[in-house]
Each structure stands twice: as structure tokens, then as C-alpha cells.
């Protein structure tokens, strides 16, 4: 072009590629000595500032690319806590020797625990050991690294991502806690899914401060409801829910010490803050306890949620979601009859309220979603283990046959307001009454029991012994999640399935829920299971017990 211009003498092509070479090196030069002022000790020279004290050594277990970005911001961050003595590679085919950031490549798999222990025998003392995201999927060789660090002083942390990016960026470190030993492949939760469902409305939660309702609290103040308002008995529960909760999140919540057993008082909540949604979570748990307790969890399990049921539809609540159990398949205790006859209450509020005979939502849509043991949740069997384990023991398991489903709590939480979601876009047939988590394969309660003293850098059976006491009242080897005469429906929805199961009418209930009454005002305990027998509808015969592998 400026030839064609003006025709200048001597100018030609190996003049222009001299001149971007030029170029390119004045842009980058500046640059590249920054990066070398800032990542290294000229710069706190250079600022005046006084060396910087070395932080204490480290050995991340993960990706390359992880580590390359853990590295560099740890070089970066001030005060300088930690640094990176080497790192043990998950990728295959890396070979030893290869430098990230001049810091080693010290250990491939499988030789990963093999080194670690070199390190703790050596000169060389290791403080923490920081796994990358999604490491705990191999999970032998994790728990068998998080042993070996917790059993010689050594912290254990997993990365997290970063935070406060625009600010400057900030590495975020989370302490890895035993929940993450036993959890399975999970899929990342739709968070724009979710969050679409919860934004802008109003959310109660029923026994929001235990240990679901809690972790549901704050997730639906994180998804962006318009107000969070918590309905629970626990004063002090709610005390610790106003404490764990953000300040800025404060002015979205509202608690209020109720009995969702009182009509009265759940009829005043709803009137003042119409919620569009509403989590029933409130419920007497413990297996052991409700066999003796037995009209404490009839009132709250079965009546206590036939009132926030019944207050649902008469104050035209959008959406009213049960908190179910595994423990409502074949139930073999109190506990299970209770949350059985909650959830035929549920289903069948579910096809007499959701749809009017033209087949368009118009009045509350009842659900229900049935899961299993939230791992670590108040009163779990992984609490009771912990505070044993404290203790110097023994550990106590019933029978070291028994076998259970186990869920972490966001993991729950995230799979119930997903399940809420699909039930409200669901019409006509496609509509589920309840819906059913995927848990995986169930796991050997010895096995957390051996995995969580080891966890703590114990031996079992040596430093910690575990004792067998046989199975207690109600309680049952395995647990189930759907029965007999149960239908798995595939959804379309990752770890969500639908379930289509027999419901008795709604004539029905309320004949069974007469029959409770007259039991409980007689506190009669056998006439108390006939009636909530008549919650379960009749079984069907069945030729061979139909197997439903979950994918």
C-alpha cells in the first residue's frame, strides 16, 4: 500500500519481518521482566520491603496444570505461607525430573505413596500436602496419601478453585474431611438450572436448622432467593444457623421458633411471608429412639407434616417438597412407617391438589424425594464413629454385615432443588409424585468405620478396636431404595430419577389418619402400626425381585 502511494526506495519484505521482530520485542520485553520482577525476590527489593520469610513446604498431589497454577500464585501471594517443594503427578506418562515453574516433578503414580513416605523419613520435612480437584476419585490411594500425612502432623488441604479474581485472586484450600474418601463419581451440579428455580422467590424451610435444612438455607440464600424464612423447634440450632450465616446474606433470612405441628403458628408464617416453595425437612430421625418415642415421631413425622401440607394448599403455596428416606422402602421401624405414611400423605396431596381436570397446573404441586444417610449430617453413624474415635474408642457397629447409602450434603441438597425444579416444568402423565437421588453402590458400614480411623492416622483394631453390639430395634442390614412394586423413570436429569409407585387415595389416608389418632389417644403402640400399615397399599406378588441398575 505504500508503494502504491508513494514509492519508496529501498524498502522491501525482510525489512518489514525486521520490524516486527523490533516490535514484538519491545512489547514483550516489559512484560516479561515484570512477571520476572514480581514472581521473584528483586521485586520486594526493588519496593523496599523486607525479605520475605520462606513459607512452609508442600507437596501437591494432582494435574500439571493445576500445579503450574498453584505455583505461581503462591509465589505471588503475601505473606508467602506456603511453597511448593515438588509435586506428584496424576497424569500418565510424565516423566521424572520435569520442572513447573523450576519446581520438580518428584513422584508419578503408582508410585505416589511410596515417595511420600520417602519424604517423611527424609531430611526434608513436609507441612502440608494439597490434593488437586477430583483426586479423591482414586480412592484407595487417597485415603491411603491422607493417612500417611495426618498420621505424621502433616495438614491435608484440596484445592478448590480461586476466589476474588478481579481483586487480585486469591487460592482457595479446603480441608478434606472424610466425606470425601467415600464419595462417588459426581456429576457438577447445574448451578444455572437451579439457580434459574430458586432466584428472586421466597423459600421455607421446615427443620432448616438441622442438618439438611441448614445446608439448604444457605444454599437457596447462594442461589439468590428473595427471602430464606426457617421454621424450627431448636432455639439454639436457629442461634447457630444466625451465626453460619454470611452477614450480607442476614437481612434475606428469617427464623422463627415454631412447631410445625401447630396449625396456628404455620398459618400466621405463611400468611406474613408467602412462600412460593416450601421444604419440609422438619423430622424425628433416630431409628433406635422412635421405637421408644414412638408418639413423639407419629406427631411430628406424620401429622406435624400432614399440617404444612394441608396450610400448603389452602394458602395456594406454588410448591410443596417432603424431605423422604430410604427407610420409607419395607419399613421395619417406627421411623420408616412414619416417613412411609408422609409420603402416600404427600402423593396423594399430589394428585388430588396439582392439576386441574383440564390437565394445566393450577393449585400446589406436592413432591416428594427419597434418599438415603447424609454422610457427617447431625446424630450419623460418621459422627457417632468421629466422637469414638476421639475418644480412644472402642468404635461401634451393630453388625459388620450392615450396609448403608451415603450422600454428602450439598451433593443432597443440590439433587432436591433439582428435583423441585423438574417437578415444577412437569405436566399430564410425565409428572412424578416422588422422585428418588442416585446414591451409588451401598458401602460396608465397617469399611467407613476402618477408613475414618485410619483417617485419623490410627490402626484399627490395634490403636482403636471396633466392637459388634447386633442389630438394634428396627434397624435392618441393608436398606433399599425403591421396592417391589416400585418403577424406576429415567428423566433426562443426572442423578435423578423418578419413581412410580402405587398410592393409596386420599379417602384412604384420611381413614388411616383416624385410625392413628384413636391409637395415639389410647396410646396403644400395636393398634398405632396397624394404622400406619394401612398407609402401604397392598404388595404385589412378584415372581423374582426385579433388579434396576442405576447408570
Keep these: 500500500v505504500l508503494r502504491h502511494l508513494k514509492p519508496v526506495t529501498g ?7 525486521v520490524f516486527f521482530l523490533v516490535a514484538f520485542t519491545i512489547i514483550s520485553a516489559p512484560r516479561l521482566f515484570y512477571r520476572f520482577l514480581r514472581e521473584g525476590a528483586s521485586w520486594r527489593i526493588l519496593s523496599g520491603r523486607p525479605p520475605q520469610k520462606l513459607g512452609k513446604r508442600a507437596l501437591f498431589v494432582g494435574r500439571l496444570a493445576e500445579a503450574d497454577m498453584i505455583v505461581r500464585f503462591m509465589r505471588t501471594d503475601t505473606p508467602r505461607e506456603y511453597e511448593v517443594a515438588g509435586i506428584m503427578s496424576i497424569d500418565p506418562d510424565v516423566p521424572m525430573g520435569t520442572r513447573i515453574q523450576d519446581v520438580p516433578i518428584v513422584a508419578v503414580r503408582p508410585a505416589l505413596t ?12 513436609i507441612d502440608l500436602l494439597i490434593f488437586g480437584s477430583g483426586a479423591e476419585q482414586k480412592k484407595q490411594e487417597f485415603a491411603e496419601l491422607v493417612r500417611l500425612a495426618r498420621q505424621n502432623n502433616i495438614a491435608v488441604t484440596q484445592f478448590a478453585g480461586f476466589s476474588q479474581i478481579g481483586a487480585g485472586g486469591r487460592l482457595v484450600l479446603d480441608t478434606v474431611k472424610m466425606e470425601t474418601i467415600l464419595r462417588r463419581t459426581t456429576v457438577p451440579s447445574d448451578v444455572e438450572r437451579i439457580g434459574g428455580y430458586i432466584r428472586g422467590k421466597r423459600v421455607l424451610v421446615t427443620g432448616g436448622a438441622g442438618s439438611i435444612g441448614r ?12 427471602l430464606v424464612v426457617v421454621a424450627d423447634l431448636s432455639e439454639y440450632g436457629i442461634f447457630l444457623l444466625n451465626e453460619d450465616v454470611a452477614e450480607e446474606d442476614g437481612g434475606r433470612l428469617k427464623c422463627r421458633i415454631i412447631d410445625v405441628r401447630d396449625r396456628r403458628q404455620m398459618a400466621h408464617l405463611l400468611s406474613e411471608f408467602k412462600p412460593h416453595i416450601i421444604f419440609h425437612a422438619a423430622a424425628l430421625k433416630h431409628v433406635p429412639l422412635l421405637e421408644e418415642n414412638w408418639v413423639s415421631g407419629i406427631q411430628t413425622n406424620v401429622f406435624g407434616t400432614l399440617a404444612c401440607a394441608q396450610l400448603a394448599a389452602e394458602f395456594a403455596v406454588p410448591q410443596f417438597v417432603l424431605i423422604s428416606s430410604d427407610k420409607a422402602v419395607d419399613p421395619s421401624s417406627v421411623l420408616g412407617a412414619t416417613k412411609r405414611a408422609a409420603e402416600q400423605i404427600v402423593s396423594s396431596m399430589h394428585f388430588s391438589h396439582t392439576f386441574k381436570k383440564n390437565g394445566r397446573g393450577a393449585g ?5 424425594v427419597r434418599f438415603g444417610n447424609v454422610f457427617a449430617s447431625d446424630g450419623s453413624v460418621a459422627a457417632v464413629f468421629q466422637k469414638q474415635i476421639e475418644t480412644g474408642g472402642p468404635v461401634t457397629i451393630t453388625d459388620r454385615r450392615m450396609t448403608r ?25 410425565d409428572n412424578c409424585g416422588v422422585y428418588m437421588l442416585d446414591m451409588g453402590d451401598a458401602v460396608p458400614i465397617l469399611e467407613v468405620a476402618e477408613t475414618m480411623i485410619r483417617m ?10 471396633i466392637r459388634f453390639t447386633g442389630i438394634r430395634p428396627g434397624e435392618k442390614l441393608h436398606e433399599v431404595l425403591q421396592g417391589d412394586n416400585e418403577e424406576v423413570i429415567k428423566l433426562g436429569i443426572s442423578k435423578v430419577f423418578g419413581l412410580k409407585t402405587i398410592v393409596v387415595g386420599l379417602d384412604q389416608v384420611m381413614l ?6 384413636g391409637a395415639l389417644e389410647d396410646e396403644d403402640k400395636e393398634a398405632a402400626i396397624m394404622a400406619l400399615k394401612m398407609f402401604d397399599p397392598p404388595r404385589r406378588v412378584a415372581e423374582a425381585r426385579i433388579e434396576i441398575r442405576l447408570p
Excluded at 11 to 17: D, G, T, V
Excluded at 114 to 125: D, N, V
Excluded at 406 to 427: C, K, N, P, Q, Y
Design 456 to 465: 485419623a492416622g490410627k490402626t484399627p483394631y490395634t490403636d482403636i478396636p
Design 215 to 226: 445446608i439448604l438455607v444457605k444454599r437457596a440464600l447462594e442461589l439468590g432467593a428473595e
Design 405 to 429: 447409602y451415603f450422600m454428602t450434603i450439598s451433593e443432597a441438597v443440590d439433587l432436591v432443588i433439582m428435583s423441585a425444579a423438574d417437578a415444577e416444568v412437569r405436566t399430564g402423565k
Design 114 to 125: 511410596e515417595i511420600l513416605e520417602e519424604y517423611i523419613r527424609g531430611t526434608k520435612s
Design 512 to 517: 388411616s389418619l383416624e385410625a392413628l389418632r
Design 364 to 368: 400446589t404441586r406436592f413432591n416428594s
Design 11 to 17: 524498502l522491501n519484505e525482510r525489512q518489514f519481518i
